[in-house]
Every structure is written in C-alpha cells, then in structure tokens.
C-alpha cells in the first residue's frame, strides 16, 4: 500500500530560526514528490516539484531534498518569519495505466513565534 | 491563465438539503482531484476524475456523495441529504494530461468550497 509519513506532526519555532520537516514514503513506482504550503483557511499552494533524478531544489529560503534511494525527502525552511506559520503537505506521485495516482501525507503544522 | 475555480466559496445547508460544488479546472488541464478538509486535519482524498470518466472513487462515501466530470462543463462534487458530519472545506485540485512529461503531475489546487451544515 502507497504511504507518505511526516514529521514531526507540529513545530514551533522562533522567528529567524531554520527548520528541517521530513516525508518519508512508500509508492511505487515513483513519479514525482512535490511540497506544499497550505495557510490556513486556504488551498494548497506548490513550494517545490521534485522528479526521480533531483537532489535538491530550492524556491527562495524553502530547500527541498529527495534520496530516491531511501525514499525520504526534507523541507529546510531558512531564517523563519510569522508568515511560513502553515501546514506543510508533503505530496508523492505514482503514474499507472489509470492515471496520476497521488499520495498525500498527513502534513507537518508549523507555527512561528515571534 | 485563471487557476483553478471552486464556487461557491461558502454554502449552507440545512440537514437533508443538497449540495453541489462546482470546480472548473485550469485551462488545459484534464485530471480533477476533490479532497475533504475537517478542522485541523489534513486533506482527505474522495475521487479523481478525467473528462467522463471516474478513476479512482476509493476515498468517497458510498451513499449520498457522487461526483462527475462531463465533457463540458466543471467537475461537480454532489452531497445527497446532508448531515452535519459533511460539514468541512472541500479542495479540487487539476493537473496537466500526461502528455506534458514530469510535469503532468503537477497539482493546483482551488481555494475550496467551505460547507455548513446546520
């Protein structure tokens, strides 16, 4: 069965500080990991898009990583502010006959104090 | 290009009404996802679609909830004798057809569709 787990489940953090959020999965066969932030009380919005053969791939002070070979993936954020306060989704691909089967993880709350 | 469209934004029904939500994919797109959001819980797979065709429904409730996607139109998610348990944001999402490679997965999400029911 496809899986995507996250962590840690919530975080809280002060401004200006890093932080690292994890997704490990298990979905086969892989197609692509994508990260998104979803602030509250809104829809899901891209941060990165990641394919089998990317390391790393940054969007401003959001890093994302991918080891295809254990199956994990992080989110760095760099010099927090209030405004990275949102769920994080961690989302996995996998194309079949069907279609674009997609597995989604639970997501990681992140809160920035000032 | 307009992203895409969830309306309308806020419905309320009262128990054993209907509720039909309407999501009208970016242009292009062929693939429509509808997730269910409860406060403070993450997104809920229910159904993917393609034009006419349901995929994948293993995540909807079998009775009361359908969904489609016609050849024309937007995808409608339709709640039949609602209770409040159906209260909850409702996301649609589209992507690319496969024909557009690596990025074919790529997901965009509307600003859901927030139903009370009271």
């Known amino acids: 069965k496809n899986q995507v787990e996250q962590s840690p489940q919530s975080l809280i953090i002060l401004e200006g500080k890093n932080c690292t959020l994890q997704?490990?999965?298990?979905?086969?066969?892989?197609?692509?990991l994508r990260w998104y932030k979803q602030d509250t009380g809104r829809g899901p919005v891209s941060l990165t898009i990641?394919?089998?053969?990317?390391n790393t791939k940054s969007n401003g002070r959001y890093t994302a990583t991918l080891d295809a070979d254990t199956k994990q993936s992080s989110l760095h954020i760099t010099a927090s502010q209030l405004s990275d306060s949102a769920s994080y989704i961690c989302?996995?691909?996998?194309?079949?006959?069907?279609?674009?089967?997609?597995?989604f993880g639970g997501g990681t709350r992140l809160m920035v104090k000032p | 290009n307009a992203g895409v469209m969830q309306n309308p934004r806020h419905l309320v029904r009262r128990r054993g009404q209907e509720a039909r939500l309407r999501c009208s994919p970016m242009?292009?797109?062929?693939?429509v996802y509808w997730y269910r959001q409860l406060p403070e819980e993450g997104l809920k797979f229910m159904v993917y679609?393609?034009?006419?065709?349901?995929?994948?429904e293993s995540g909807m409730p079998k009775e009361r909830f359908s969904a489609e996607f016609p050849k024309e139109g937007p995808s409608i998610l339709r709640i039949q004798q609602v209770v409040r348990g159906d209260s909850a944001a409702y996301f649609c999402?589209?992507?690319?057809?496969?024909?557009?490679?690596?990025?074919?997965?790529?997901?965009?999400f509307g600003e859901g569709s927030r139903l009370t029911v009271l």
């Open positions: 999402a589209s992507s690319p057809p496969s024909s557009q490679g690596y990025r074919a997965g790529e997901l965009f």
């Open positions: 997704c490990n999965y298990t979905v086969s066969p892989f197609s692509n």
């Open positions: 990641m394919t089998f053969s990317e």
């Open positions: 989302v996995v691909s996998a194309w079949n006959n069907a279609g674009n089967m997609l597995t």
């Open positions: 242009k292009g797109h062929s693939h």
């Open positions: 679609l393609q034009k006419e065709n349901i995929i994948d």
